[in-house]
């Protein structure tokens, strides 16, 4: 995605949160989605990073929120007896970002939703079809999460407000996801096909989305979730591809790898001339992650429904990165 | 439904269409919901009532917008090459508020979300489910009316940003909706659990929402698409129930009944009794369509699905009403 950023001084009053928000989490789209099958959820994997979203926000036992029939299915959830008033406890506060994965690229690629232009058919059609692609996933996402007792309310970007101008944010209020937070539930927003004032509309992507809730929000930490154990040097498809374990970050928004020591130098190299790479591979992934280590907010790239996963949305590496953990720590050079 | 309207003084500076909305669509819950069976959808209605809007908003020929797999079905829409750009028409601005019937009420009631208490494990998990339940019923008819080439689009007022205090609209801000109107989108908004003030949440009804749509964007008319041919003065499976075909509404927001003339003017006595009958039935229902046609605003009650419904949703009524018109009509007295 080659979206930019831009200081949101047009976002009106943020609300302040009467509790700090702990973590954001990134659900990337290949993560809980098959790729190349068309609108087709990754079950186990939704289902296992649901679990282990319970287990972060330390939220006792399990009580279904999902009462509704299953498509295709007959049979009603009669969990409703079951909740236990009292079982109240005190959550972590969370917020999840979901890509799309193999629901809307299909219509928003077909159409050019992203290039803008309402007033041509096809571009408002592709937007419609785009928006019932991808919510058709995050009502998928919101009932595998109520399912394990998370009380997750699904917020589109279009129907919060936000849009766009010349496909940067130009009004984020955050307002009401503030407000959700504080009520107690988990709001599940996703990349989402906008209004822009000046191209008519745009894609908002789930990244630049957790960028501004970042910002916004000051999490703890942001836990983005993937399919691969994090950031390589090379697609990790390559037989030599190396994981790097720790990429600093400093002021100036300049970051370079720490762990492992790069004993060619020119790897280094590499990866500054795969900047110039526009598919929205790593050195994008490791640029939106950067805007938010910049903060001194600590990111973690990890691959999903795995222990590396579990221990990284427990908050378990915040002080220290054992030596057994998997994954890509992004955070500000001490 | 016992909400009562009080003016949204604390609704934000209400941008302006550009161009003026001609039609607000209530589509009542028994009217595409099979009442009695949970979670279904009259789809024969739903599809019927769709090509009814279609015509209503004179949109030329049939473009499907949905081009995502059926629930269940591996079959992948193949309508996108079929989209022709020369075909850009300039329909009628409509707008549609849903109800709920057999979806969501199940959940709210089971938990008492109306009633508020969010801290109650039971109630935010029956909040949680509502509105699993009601997006759910959102998705399909975005779906059905996008089939149709309607380019629809979810906003649930939740996300919106919308609350309440003590049960009446606290915060209902109609910019995001007025723009997506005049980006040339058909809002489909619904009732929904929302956040409350006062009591912690509760549910927003879509005829709460429609008197406050209506009101904000002074459409030409309103339809309440419902499951009999209009508002009778007594239940309409009585054998001796009489259609109400007119009702004039006075400035002060009293109404009588114009047409038929009722000859045993006890009639008008029992209707006005009925009025302290709380289970939201005729009395609810007109006295939610008196607020809109006090604002001059002409409000038609119409059997979902027949002639009568296309004639209301094509506007053929404003200037008089045909003598075969099966329906209730209200509207200021001259």
Same mark, same amino acid.
């Given at each position: 995605m080659d979206q930019h950023h831009q200081? =949101? #001084? =047009?976002?009106? *009053?943020a609300l302040t949160l009467t509790t700090p928000l702990h973590c954001i989490v990134k659900l990337g789209g290949s993560a809980i989605t098959?790729? @190349?099958? /068309?609108? #087709?959820? @990754?079950e186990n994997n939704l289902s296992t990073v649901s679990s282990q979203l319970r287990q972060g926000m330390i939220l006792g036992p399990s009580q279904g929120m999902d009462w509704s029939r299953r498509p295709g299915s007959l049979d009603i959830p009669t969990v409703v007896d079951e909740v236990d008033d009292r079982l109240a406890s005190n959550p972590k506060k969370f917020l999840v970002v979901h890509g799309a994965g193999s629901f809307g690229h299909f219509q928003a690629s077909k159409s050019g939703v992203h290039k803008g232009g309402l007033s041509r058919p096809l571009v408002k059609s592709g937007f419609v079809a785009t928006r019932i692609s991808v919510t058709t996933l995050n009502l998928e996402i919101i009932r595998a999460l109520a399912r394990e007792g998370i009380p997750s309310i699904g917020m589109s970007p279009f129907s919060c407000g936000w849009t766009t101008s010349e496909r940067n944010i130009a009004v984020a209020d955050t307002s009401t996801v503030v407000k959700a937070i504080d009520a107690g539930f988990v709001p599940v927003l996703h990349g989402d096909a906008v209004l822009d004032n000046s191209q008519g509309c745009t894609i908002l992507s789930g990244d630049v989305i957790i960028s501004h809730l970042a910002e916004q929000l000051r999490p703890d930490y942001v836990v983005f979730l993937t399919d691969v154990f994090g950031v390589y040097d090379r697609p990790p498809t390559e037989p030599d591809a190396v994981l790097l374990r720790e990429i600093g970050v400093r002021e100036d928004g300049s970051w370079s790898v720490l !762990?492992?020591? /790069? !004993? &060619?130098t020119s790897r280094q190299v590499e990866i500054t001339v795969a *900047?110039? &790479? =526009? =598919?929205?591979?790593m050195v994008t992934k490791i640029s939106e992650a950067a805007m938010i280590a910049k903060l001194g907010i600590d990111v973690y790239i990890v691959k999903a429904a795995t222990d590396h996963s579990a221990r990284a949305l427990k908050g378990k590496l915040t002080d220290d990165i054992p030596d057994g953990w998997l994954g890509t720590v992004i955070r500000l050079a001490k």
């Amino acid at each position: 995605m080659d979206q930019h950023h831009q200081s =949101t #001084t =047009t976002n009106s *009053a943020a609300l302040t949160l009467t509790t700090p928000l702990h973590c954001i989490v990134k659900l990337g789209g290949s993560a809980i989605t098959c790729k @190349n099958e /068309l609108e #087709t959820i @990754n079950e186990n994997n939704l289902s296992t990073v649901s679990s282990q979203l319970r287990q972060g926000m330390i939220l006792g036992p399990s009580q279904g929120m999902d009462w509704s029939r299953r498509p295709g299915s007959l049979d009603i959830p009669t969990v409703v007896d079951e909740v236990d008033d009292r079982l109240a406890s005190n959550p972590k506060k969370f917020l999840v970002v979901h890509g799309a994965g193999s629901f809307g690229h299909f219509q928003a690629s077909k159409s050019g939703v992203h290039k803008g232009g309402l007033s041509r058919p096809l571009v408002k059609s592709g937007f419609v079809a785009t928006r019932i692609s991808v919510t058709t996933l995050n009502l998928e996402i919101i009932r595998a999460l109520a399912r394990e007792g998370i009380p997750s309310i699904g917020m589109s970007p279009f129907s919060c407000g936000w849009t766009t101008s010349e496909r940067n944010i130009a009004v984020a209020d955050t307002s009401t996801v503030v407000k959700a937070i504080d009520a107690g539930f988990v709001p599940v927003l996703h990349g989402d096909a906008v209004l822009d004032n000046s191209q008519g509309c745009t894609i908002l992507s789930g990244d630049v989305i957790i960028s501004h809730l970042a910002e916004q929000l000051r999490p703890d930490y942001v836990v983005f979730l993937t399919d691969v154990f994090g950031v390589y040097d090379r697609p990790p498809t390559e037989p030599d591809a190396v994981l790097l374990r720790e990429i600093g970050v400093r002021e100036d928004g300049s970051w370079s790898v720490l !762990q492992p020591k /790069l !004993q &060619d130098t020119s790897r280094q190299v590499e990866i500054t001339v795969a *900047a110039h &790479d =526009t =598919t929205g591979g790593m050195v994008t992934k490791i640029s939106e992650a950067a805007m938010i280590a910049k903060l001194g907010i600590d990111v973690y790239i990890v691959k999903a429904a795995t222990d590396h996963s579990a221990r990284a949305l427990k908050g378990k590496l915040t002080d220290d990165i054992p030596d057994g953990w998997l994954g890509t720590v992004i955070r500000l050079a001490k």
